[in-house]
T-cell receptor
Framework: AQSVTQLDSHVSVSEGTPVLLRCNYS??????LFWYVQHPNKGLQLLLK??????LVKGINGFEAEFKKSETSFHLTKPSAHMSDAAEYFC?????????????FGQGTILTVHP | EPEVTQTPSHQVTQMGQEVILRCVPI?????FYWYRQILGQKVEFLVS????????KSEIFDDQFSVERPDGSNFTLKIRSTKLEDSAMYFC?????????????FGPGTRLTVT
């Protein structure tokens, strides 16, 4: 069985300060892991993905995430928040194995950015 | 940039009625998915579809649900007799390959309200 846990339902930061959105996973297989972002009235947009190559993954808009197998974590970070980063972020896993691309979602973290 | 589109953006229906949610996946993609998110809950996998048949479905995807690719561009989700608990945001997604090798691209969602 596979599960994804996002440790914070809401994160609030000031513009220009670092962002940390936390995610832990459990999986019977070596998972592929993703972060998606959803702005209001928009679809889920892929930020970055980990597929067992480099453990530090860089994505769009200055975001990056580090896969730590020993901690079963895949936290999302950004050095300096921008107002346009305000959105909901989802940590997502793909089990691989016999699954035909089924994704398992975390519950989402709403990021608020204050001026 | 190609994107997944969904119509309608919001559908209101009465309990017991049939609804069809429509999606246009990215044109050269081969794998198609439906997910849903009940308000306040995680995004849940419903079904995956490849080569004109269901590849995998969740426990949620019972006999009331069906999917179809009626032509070369559309991918539909039908709920035969809606229940109050079917009220949710329904997301369509498509990908070029499965097993985590390619990411899934999501549409903006259809909000279904069953009264």
């Amino acid at each position: 069985a596979q599960s994804v846990t996002q440790l914070d339902s809401h994160v609030s930061v000031s513009e220009g300060t670092p962002v940390l959105l936390r995610c832990n996973y459990s999986s019977s297989y070596s998972p592929s892991l993703f972060w998606y972002v959803q702005h209001p009235n928009k679809g889920l947009q892929l930020l970055l993905k980990y597929t067992s190559a480099a453990t530090l993954v860089k994505g769009i808009n200055g975001f990056e995430a580090e896969f730590k197998k020993s901690e079963t974590s895949f936290h999302l970070t950004k050095p300096s928040a921008h107002m346009s980063d305000a959105a909901e972020y989802f940590c997502v896993a793909n089990a691989g194995g016999t699954s035909y691309g089924k994704l398992t979602f975390g519950q989402g973290t709403i990021l608020t950015v204050h001026p | 940039e190609p994107e997944v589109t969904q119509t309608p953006s919001h559908q209101v229906t009465q309990m017991g009625q049939e609804v069809i949610l429509r999606c246009v996946p990215i044109s050269n993609h081969l794998y198609f998915y439906w997910y849903r998110q009940i308000l306040g809950q995680k995004v849940e996998f419903l079904v995956s579809f490849y080569n004109n048949e269901i590849s995998e479905k969740s426990e949620i995807f019972d006999d009331q649900f069906s999917v179809e690719r009626p032509d070369g561009s559309n991918f539909t989700l039908k709920i035969r007799s809606t229940k109050l608990e079917d009220s949710a945001m329904y997301f369509c997604a498509s990908s070029g390959a499965h097993r985590g090798l390619r990411e899934q691209y999501f549409g903006p969602g259809t909000r279904l309200t069953v009264t």
